[in-house]
């Protein structure tokens, strides 16, 4: 088991987990967060570096979610928060699917990455508050493809949710799917 697993198990006995959320800017990864912690979310301005925020889970674990910026000027820092990640959360807006070509590229290279090999990752779709039904029921099987997340799956256990930072949709849920993955994983390495 290499140094950086028994650090990783050590923290979840701990009871806490490290994650990584990323996506391009204007995506709502910050809004994300503060509807998560109850906080007041019209006052949001763009992430000039990071935030890290603690997400009490059940009372149980405590979740540092590492909220980094996503222009492009800030992409190449993006590699410095790879270290000891247990997970990815990827945020994708909803209203700005003409950038998922940017945003395929973004997510492959990362998780090329080798520190974040084996990662578990959550693809949160975000604004669906502005869409209609008949939208909503496309837009998954439609980002599955245009990001070839298939060709991910095969190294990382994945979700997709769609999701509103605005109503709350499938915040709970997606929290729910990292916290059982990262337990799973890191206790099947015993
Ligand atoms: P980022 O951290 O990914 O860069 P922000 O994104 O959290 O700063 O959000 C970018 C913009 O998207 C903000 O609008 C924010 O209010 C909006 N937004 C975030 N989540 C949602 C959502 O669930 N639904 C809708 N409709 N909008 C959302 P402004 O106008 O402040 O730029
Ligand atoms: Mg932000």
Not at 5 to 16: A, S, Y
Not at 56 to 83: C, H, M, S
Not at 128 to 155: G, M, S, Y
């Amino acid at each position: 088991m290499g140094l950086l697993t028994i650090l990783k198990k050590q923290r979840l006995k701990d009871k806490e987990m490290r994650i990584l959320m990323l996506g391009l800017d204007n995506a709502g990864k910050t809004t994300i967060v503060k509807s998560i912690l109850g906080e007041d979310i019209h006052k949001v301005s763009p992430t000039l570096g990071f935030s890290i925020q603690t997400v009490n889970y059940q009372d149980t674990y405590k979740l540092n979610i590492w909220d980094v910026g996503g222009q492009a000027t800030l992409r190449p820092f993006w590699r410095n928060y790879f270290e000891k990640t247990d997970f990815l959360i990827w945020v994708i807006d909803a209203t700005a699917l003409t950038r998922l070509d940017d945003c395929r590229t973004e997510l492959h290279k990362t998780l090329n990455e080798d520190r974040l090999i084996g990662a578990g990752l959550l693809v949160w779709i975000n604004k669906l508050d502005t869409l209609d039904e008949t939208e909503i029921e496309k837009i998954i099987p439609f980002v599955e493809k245009q990001l070839n997340l298939e060709a991910l799956r095969r190294h990382h256990n994945l979700r997709v949710l769609g999701c509103s930072a605005y109503s709350g949709l499938n915040l709970q849920e997606g929290l729910d799917y990292v916290v059982s993955e990262v337990k799973g994983r890191l206790y099947a390495l015993d």
